[in-house]
């Protein structure tokens, strides 16, 4: 079954750029979200199709996806910012599924 | 405001069974394709089930094939998720979220507000 790794957790001062990864097996060639969860809420998109911002969400939210990494950068990252971000795709590979990575904390300093 | 609405959350007991549903409002439900997605306490997100606009497409997570089954009623705007068997692993806030285009295309842009499931004898 297809794996994505994120790191746990990403560390960052308010107003610097935080960068979260999400690896996979080839993962430049499929389609990547993003989603932010902040305690208690649900999650909410913040990038599909690997950079494409829904509306509503800043242009701070940049994705790129590329070999075997998907990368999601905030810039200028502000407190309200702080959440967990999971990334996801679609493997058809051997059977449909739908597949979150791990998730990362990110703690603005 | 488009919206998902989860019920049926409750306590039961391991064996037992459980239906959950989502409900819509404000858009054209039965244009989508929906999933139900869970994550255990302290726990990250994962993926349960999909199923296509018009209900003949589903797929599962091995982790609830053969158990849980996902359907949908479009003239009541309605998204269920029937859980049988359910085992003390199972324990999880569930949401349904709508999948932006076709399975395996988009992702998931509008999400419920979740409904918990807590199995324990």
């Known amino acids: 079954s297809y794996v994505l790794t994120q790191p746990p957790s990403v560390s960052v001062a308010p107003g610097k750029t935080a960068s979260i990864t999400c690896g996979g097996n080839?993962?430049?060639?499929?389609?990547v979200h993003w989603y932010q969860q902040k305690p208690g809420q649900a999650p909410v998109v913040v990038i599909y199709?690997?950079?494409d911002r829904p509306s509503g969400i800043p242009e701070r939210f940049t994705g790129s996806n590329s070999g075997n990494t998907a990368t999601l950068t905030i810039s200028r990252v502000e407190a309200g910012d702080e959440a967990d971000y999971y990334c996801q795709v679609w493997d058809s590979s051997s059977d449909h599924r739908g597949v979150f990575g791990g998730g990362t904390k990110l703690t603005v300093l | 405001q488009v919206q998902l609405v989860e019920s049926g959350g409750g306590v039961v007991q391991p064996g037992r069974s459980l239906r959950l549903s989502c409900a819509d409002s404000?858009?054209?439900?039965?244009?989508?394709?929906m999933h139900w997605v869970r994550q255990a306490p302290g726990k990250g997100l994962e993926w349960v089930a999909v199923?296509?606009?018009?209900?003949?497409?589903?797929y599962y997570a091995d982790s609830v094939k053969g158990r849980f089954t996902i359907f949908r009623d479009n003239s009541k705007n309605t998204l269920y998720l029937q859980m049988n068997s359910l085992r003390v692993e199972d324990t999880a806030v569930y949401y349904c979220?709508?999948?932006?285009?076709?399975?395996?295309?988009?992702?998931?842009?509008?999400w419920g507000q979740g409904t918990t499931v807590t199995v324990s004898s």
């Open positions: 080839n993962i430049g060639g499929r389609s």
């Open positions: 404000g858009f054209s439900f039965s244009n989508y394709a």
């Open positions: 199709y690997d950079g």
């Open positions: 199923i296509s606009y018009d209900g003949s497409n589903k």
């Open positions: 979220a709508r999948n932006d285009g076709d399975i395996g295309a988009g992702g998931m842009d509008v």
